[in-house]
Each structure stands twice: as structure tokens, then as C-alpha cells.
């Protein structure tokens, strides 16, 4: 026995609340989605930069696994900069 869906997932986005889809939206860019205008060309993207922005990730996420040592150096490497 089998039983076949049709979902549209125009329904699905539509019911859900603003916090859903904050979330989806958050999961989905930390998968590496980006929307189209923010995208850039299989060509133009730089292997470095993804990288960089993974790593960047990693240590937002993870940023009550580094031990105080390792936030001194991070937050001293970013204070340096003039951003």
C-alpha cells in the first residue's frame, strides 16, 4: 500500500510564523544558500572566501567550546582590524 502527497510548499512557507522562517532562512545560509542577488557565478566564487566564511561559522557556533586563550587571540586579531 502507497499514498501519494501533493504539497505545495507555498503553503507550507505561507503557515508558517516569522520566527519558522527566520529559522529556515538561517539554516538554509548556513548550508551556503545565499539569494540570488547576493549570489555570485560558479566562476566568480573563490574557493579561499567559502573557506573563510566556513570557518567564520564554525566559530560563531562553536564560541563557548573555545577555551579563554583562544578567544584572547580571536578578539585581539579582530581588534586590530579597522572595521
Same mark, same amino acid.
Given at each position: &500500500? ?13 503557515? &508558517? ?5 527566520? =529559522? ?13 542577488? &547576493? ?25 563557548? &567550546?573555545?577555551?579563554? =586563550? =583562544? ?13
Amino acid at each position: &500500500m502507497s499514498i501519494s502527497i501533493d504539497i505545495d510548499i507555498e503553503d507550507i512557507v505561507w503557515n &508558517m510564523s516569522d520566527r519558522e522562517k527566520q =529559522e529556515l532562512v538561517d539554516e538554509l545560509y548556513d548550508d551556503g544558500y545565499v539569494p540570488k542577488q &547576493m549570489g555570485v557565478s560558479e566562476s566568480e566564487s573563490n574557493i579561499l572566501d567559502i573557506a573563510w566564511q566556513n570557518t567564520i561559522s564554525k566559530l560563531s557556533k562553536g564560541r563557548l &567550546m573555545i577555551t579563554p =586563550e =583562544e578567544e584572547e587571540i580571536i578578539s585581539k586579531i579582530a581588534n586590530r582590524l579597522p572595521y
